[in-house]
């Protein structure tokens, strides 16, 4: 049995906390996502330790009783909380090269594996197998030492999964120029270009269409007034 600290209780053998991520996407894109502005009213999902906790419990990283923890420790210790929120966006700001810039970029690559490293480095914990209510398997990390430390533990695993099963080259951002999200590529042809059908690829779609439907003589009259 690990010894866990009083804040940092073990997940429940059950784990009550939802698991919103469909099982195509990696924990460590959506991560970088957080930060995906134009989609997002108030710029950075992260805006403070609290929103990061709460993000972790949508993505079923930390059960409730843990983040009940996490807050209690964050309000004793709010100094300690904002070092840990900043690290958590230097860690997200390390992935967004990886997956945008590692393929042609190799200080990129090296970076973000030098910032994954220095994740894994730094906590302590036990590694275990969990089920969740639907009967499903997580793996889970239980740390033993500091707390806050070990929060980012499940998002850089994932990085480090997608690196050693070679999938970066299916790491994509989306082709709509005002969207920053990135996703993997799980089509047959490795051909998608949009983050999400239903909201980039129908913009996409609908500029398309209407490029076709415009005619060209006003084509030509706007040209004239610019
Ligand atoms: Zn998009």
Do not use: Y
């Not at 419990?57 to 807050?71: I, K, N, P, T």
Request: hydrophobic share 40%; proline share 5%.
């Amino acid at each position: 049995m690990p010894a866990s600290s009083p804040l940092t209780p073990r997940a429940p053998g059950r784990s009550r906390s939802s698991h919103k991520t469909a099982p195509r996407t990696r924990l460590w894109l959506e991560f970088i996502n957080t930060d995906a502005a134009p989609l997002i009213p108030r710029g950075d999902l992260l805006r403070d330790f609290n929103a990061l906790v709460r993000w972790l419990v949508d993505m079923g990283v930390v059960d409730q009783e843990r983040a009940s923890g996490l807050d209690r420790r964050a309000l004793l210790q709010p100094a300690a909380a904002t070092a840990t929120l900043v690290d958590a966006r230097r860690v997200r700001a390390a992935l967004r090269g990886l997956a945008e810039r590692s393929l042609v970029n190799v200080r990129v690559r090296d970076d973000a594996i030098a910032e994954i490293n220095r994740v894994l480095g730094r906590s302590t914990g036990t590694r275990r197998v969990e089920t969740r209510d639907d009967g499903s398997a997580v793996r889970v990390f239980v740390p033993t030492g500091d707390a806050f430390a070990g929060l980012m533990i499940p998002i850089v695993e994932s990085a480090a999964d997608s690196l050693v099963i070679n999938e970066l080259p299916r790491v994509r951002r989306c082709a709509d120029a005002r969207c920053t999200r990135v996703f993997l590529d799980t089509s047959r042809n490795g051909t998608r270009r949009w983050c999400d059908m239903g909201t980039c690829g129908n913009r996409a779609k609908a500029a398309r269409h209407r490029a076709r439907s415009r005619p060209a003589v006003v084509v030509g009259a706007d040209r004239e007034r610019l």
